[in-house]
């Protein structure tokens, strides 16, 4: 029994009136199920009405009631409520090696809320139950922001709570990278990407952890976010790329992509860049690839890093 209805016992038991209000010992009732018990408990268990002389065995039947009362009702509800209210899904759901949908919705809701320390907690929790953080990347927070975007799309939120949503996921990103180390050591000079979104695209959040996979696997990964198609032709022009990464989340923009890539190969000091594409667009319809000029397309990161290398060995073997 935890100790303020011990304290309310206690009181009772000395001085024969019950708690004075604001400390009622059955806080968490119905206002019925409250008014019952305070009209069972005032009059006792032989109906003796207040201010009568009690018999002291009345008394002690009165405080045991109270006291089975809180013991099998008001505190179990207490319990109950505060852990419905604050448990995570993740508690209660079945062990597994991939998140689970009500993982996707608890986080979702946490990232357009812009709770980071909730969703940190969150994906905190999930790593202490052995889910590495490549799954928690692929299958959990890829999900949420295509969530978010499926929510905006429907007009069921609004731009606002997507970008804070998006915000916090890629906070969440990048307090997770010390741990999401690179497997292959220091990156080379010949392992080097720029990944950009497609000039006029609103969130990178998606680059941002095709990004955290290539530098696991030993890349040095450059950022074109919000640079214009000009300025990103004048870094590979400055600069020697084994490949380049576009994100593209909408099909009105493909003739944008398509310029973009011309540019770029045009521009790049490797003429044997390697373009990938990915995105939302690429996801649903993987034969733009080749009509904007890529050599290849990727639902995620892992799958980039992959192809990436792929790329690299065939460029490599050509030189």
Same mark, same amino acid.
């Given at each position: ?9 206690? %009181? ?15 806080? !968490? ?6 008014? !019952? ?18 018999? @002291? ?68 929790? /999930?790593? @202490? ?5 490549? $799954? ?17 799309? %429907? ?11 998006? $915000? $916090? ?36 959040? !998606? ?24 300025? /990103? ?11 380049? !990464?576009?994100?593209?989340? $909408? ?51 892992? %799958? ?16």
């Amino acid at each position: 029994m935890s100790a303020k209805p011990m304290m309310a016992l206690n %009181q009772m038991s000395e001085t024969g009136r019950t708690p004075e209000a604001g400390s009622s010992p059955h806080a !968490g009732l119905g206002l019925d199920q409250a008014a !019952g018990l305070e009209r069972a408990v005032s009059r006792g268990p032989h109906g003796i009405a207040p201010g009568r002389p009690r018999p @002291a065995s009345a008394e002690r039947r009165r405080v045991a009631l109270l006291a089975r009362t809180l013991e099998t009702e008001v505190i179990p509800r207490l319990i109950l409520s505060r852990r419905e209210a604050n448990a995570p899904a993740y508690i209660d759901s079945p062990g597994g090696n991939l998140p689970q949908p009500e993982d996707v919705s608890v986080v979702s809701g946490l990232a357009m809320q812009g709770d980071l320390a909730g969703a940190l907690a969150y994906v905190g929790g /999930l790593t @202490a139950r052995g889910m590495p953080l490549d $799954c928690i990347y692929l299958h959990l927070l890829a999900p949420v922001a295509r969530h978010l975007g499926d929510l905006w799309e %429907q007009d069921r939120c609004d731009f606002t709570a997507v970008t804070i949503g998006l $915000c $916090c996921l890629q906070q969440v990103v990048l307090e997770n990278s010390p741990s999401f180390r690179p497997r292959l050591g220091r990156a080379d000079v010949d392992r080097r990407v720029l990944l950009a979104p497609v000039p006029g695209e609103q969130h990178s959040f !998606g680059l941002l952890m095709v990004g955290e996979f290539f530098r696991r696997q030993g890349w040095e990964v450059s950022s074109g976010s919000g640079t214009t198609v000009k300025e /990103l032709a004048a870094v590979v022009r400055r600069q020697w790329f084994a490949a380049v !990464g576009f994100s593209l989340a $909408c099909e009105d923009r493909l003739e944008v992509l398509a310029g973009a890539i011309r540019e770029i190969r045009r521009a790049s000091r490797n003429p044997q860049i390697g373009v990938l594409v990915g995105g939302r667009v690429f996801n649903e319809r993987p034969e733009l690839a080749a009509l904007v000029g890529a050599d290849a397309t990727a639902a995620d990161g892992q %799958q980039a890093a992959l192809k990436a290398e792929t790329l690299l060995a065939l460029l490599m073997r050509e030189a």
